[in-house]
């Protein structure tokens, strides 16, 4: 039997994969609309990056709400605004050990009508000398105040 025939079989079979994993594919990619929360879910977010890559931690900071319950964990957890304050001014001292931040994969989903949760991952690109570059992933939960979305809890792994 010639090689081309044997080979048929298999060039179908893998026809059919590429096929169905592309149909598979466009199936997931499915546009939507956002809802208003998840858009500013997102632009808290955004925002966040921008002022890091401004070095700006009281802006970066400034969307998280000023409440003894606030919460981030940072390798530990700490609580209240003043102490979040302390924990990124004692790990990032300078605009060095800062560097420049890049956000990807941003989700966010709305958790009832005043609350939002946005996830996604970051990668951190500094010098070796302040801590090297580094790639992880954040969580952040957000609570709609008087004063707009505050983050509530903030979590980078």
């Not at 002022?51 to 700490?78: H, Y």
């Not at 949760?117 to 302040?130: D, I, M, P, V, W």
């Amino acid at each position: 039997m010639p090689r081309t025939q044997t080979l048929r079989p298999y060039r179908i079979a893998a026809f059919l994969l590429c096929t169905l994993s592309l149909y598979s594919s466009a199936q997931q990619d499915k546009l939507y609309t956002a809802s208003r929360q998840q858009l500013e879910a997102v632009k808290i977010v955004l925002a966040q990056e921008a002022a890091w890559n401004r070095g700006d931690i009281d802006a970066f900071l400034s969307r998280f709400k000023d409440d003894p319950e606030t919460q981030i964990m940072m390798g530990n957890s700490v609580r209240g605004l003043a102490n979040i304050h302390s924990a990124f001014r004692l790990n990032y001292p300078n605009r060095e050990a800062m560097g420049a931040i890049a956000y990807s994969n941003v989700e966010a989903r709305e958790l009832g009508e005043n609350f939002a949760l946005a996830t996604g991952k970051y990668h951190l690109e500094r010098s070796k000398k302040s801590g090297g570059s580094v790639d992880g992933t954040f969580t952040e939960i957000m609570e709609k105040t008087p004063e707009g979305w505050m983050i509530i809890f903030s979590e980078t792994t």
